[in-house]
Nanobody
Framework: QVQLVESGGGLVQAGGSLRLSCAASGRTFSPYVMGWFRQAPGKEREFVGGISKSGGSTYYADAVKGRFTISRDNAKNTVYLQMNSLKPEDTAVYYC?????????????????WGQGTQVTVSS
């Protein structure tokens, strides 16, 4: 089936930047709606942002709007999350997720493919 593999996580100082990548492999004949989620210790997994199949539409959680940017390169089957002006509260495990059909949704249950997660740690 479809496999999602993330890369680019790590340790960064507050105010710094990171770019996460999510590469899809397997049966990927058509683009998926893609979302990024994050989960901090002791907290629920939350929606960060999403991007439409074509890349023409994006949607972001208020907490990251203006700082994070989602993009995609369908020729490479890859989705990116550019994170700027990072804050300690951005520290979390970040996950990419794919959705077979429909529009961008903030609901976890709307996505049926998930990556393994990658740790992002922002020091103060």
């Amino acid at each position: 089936q479809v496999q999602l593999v993330e890369s680019g996580g790590g340790l960064v100082q507050a105010g710094g930047s990171l770019r996460l990548s999510c590469a899809a492999s397997g049966r990927t004949f058509s683009p998926y709606v893609m979302g990024w989620f994050r989960q901090a210790p002791g907290k629920e997994r939350e929606f960060v942002g999403g991007i439409s199949k074509s890349g023409g539409s994006t949607y972001y959680a208020d907490a990251v709007k203006g700082r994070f940017t989602i993009s995609r390169d369908n020729a490479k089957n890859t989705v990116y999350l550019q994170m700027n002006s990072l804050k300690p509260e951005d520290t979390a495990v970040y996950y990419c997720a794919g959705r077979d059909s429909g529009w961008i949704t903030v609901e976890l249950k709307g996505y049926n493919y998930w990556g393994q997660g990658t740790q992002v740690t922002v020091s103060s």
